[in-house]
């Protein structure tokens, strides 16, 4: 592991990648934790400040240019706004907790944990500071099924369950 091709990395991705990391773990605390508490909230927000500056970021990353100066993965960009927007309208305004809980976990699962596990991707930046210039597939392969197991086997556990009778 080596954090060199991080740190000689373009100030956006360096802000990217910083971002990103602190928000997965802080997001899986305040996902696990008692909801809303003073600190559920004060970490939520700033989970959702982590989360927009991982989403604006990502907007001035321009490594991979298939549609002028961005890629399909500028798409989860637009989707962590509308996601986040969506998730704060409904506990600020509407006080709908439930829809604010779908709307974080999804952020955190969708947005966070699965777009993250395709930046081990041979040839990615993360994949080289993780694994090295030469590890090959087979630690991106793992990091990968590794998410979706895990992104799988958490919106099973926080997946609401109906009420006993």
């Known amino acids: 592991m080596s954090l060199e091709p991080l740190l ?3 100030l956006a991705i360096q802000i990217h990648a910083f971002s990103a990391v602190a928000a997965f773990p802080l997001g899986a605390f305040v996902l ?3 909801k809303g508490t003073r600190l559920h909230k004060l970490l939520g927000r700033i989970w959702v400040v982590l989360m927009l500056a991982v989403a604006t970021s990502a907007l001035f990353i321009h ?13 989860f960009s637009i989707v962590t706004y509308v996601t986040l ?13 439930a829809a604010h809980r779908a709307g974080m976990q999804g952020a955190y699962l969708w947005t966070l944990m699965l777009a993250g596990a395709f930046t ?5 930046r993360m994949h080289m500071v993780l694994f090295g210039p030469d590890a ?9 099924g590794a998410a ?15 009420a006993a009778a």
Do not use: C
């Open 85 to 97: 927007y969506r998730a704060l309208r409904a506990i600020i305004v509407d006080k709908n907790v």
């Open 32 to 34: 696990w934790r008692k």
């Open 63 to 75: 490594e991979m240019r298939l549609i002028g100066p961005f890629s399909p993965i500028h798409i």
């Open 148 to 162: 979706m197991l895990g992104a799988w086997l958490l919106a099973r556990r926080l997946r609401p369950r109906p």
């Open 8 to 10: 000689q990395a373009p």
């Open 120 to 124: 081990f991707l041979p040839g990615r």
């Open 136 to 144: 090959g597939w087979t630690p991106s392969l793992i990091v990968i």
